[in-house]
């Protein structure tokens, strides 16, 4: 059982930054591919970036370059750093933990939203 905890959501201008903390509870926080969604008000939800237990990455088009994923393993954490941020990203933003053997765990989500 993993229990994720997300922080850092807000307000922002439009070319303002934010970082992003998901912080899990439980064991063998290492074994799990990290991944970032949001969801947009009559939107489905999309996969914004994920790392690998191995650290590899993959970001959604929207983002590549603008934002940044990292891990922490020694403190159970996952980040996701978003500069240049646009009103379109706004969202509620969901920390996702996914091992084929040991399940997939969602967060509660936080809201960002980009706005002057």
């Known amino acids: 059982q993993v229990q994720l905890v997300e922080s850092g959501g807000g307000l922002v201008q439009p070319g303002g930054s934010l970082r992003l903390s998901c912080a899990a509870s439980g064991s063998a926080f290492s074994i799990y591919t990290m991944a970032w969604y949001r969801q947009a008000p009559g939107k489905q939800r999309e996969l914004v970036a994920a790392i690998s237990s191995g650290g590899s990455t993959n970001y959604a088009d929207s983002v590549k370059g603008r934002f940044t994923i990292s891990r922490e393993n020694d403190k159970n954490t996952v980040y996701l750093q978003m500069n240049s941020l646009k009103p379109e990203d706004t969202a509620v933003y969901y920390c996702?933990?996914?091992?084929?053997?040991?399940?997939?765990?969602w967060g509660q989500g936080t809201q960002v939203t980009v706005s002057s």
């Open positions: 996702n933990a996914l091992n084929l053997r040991a399940g997939r765990y």
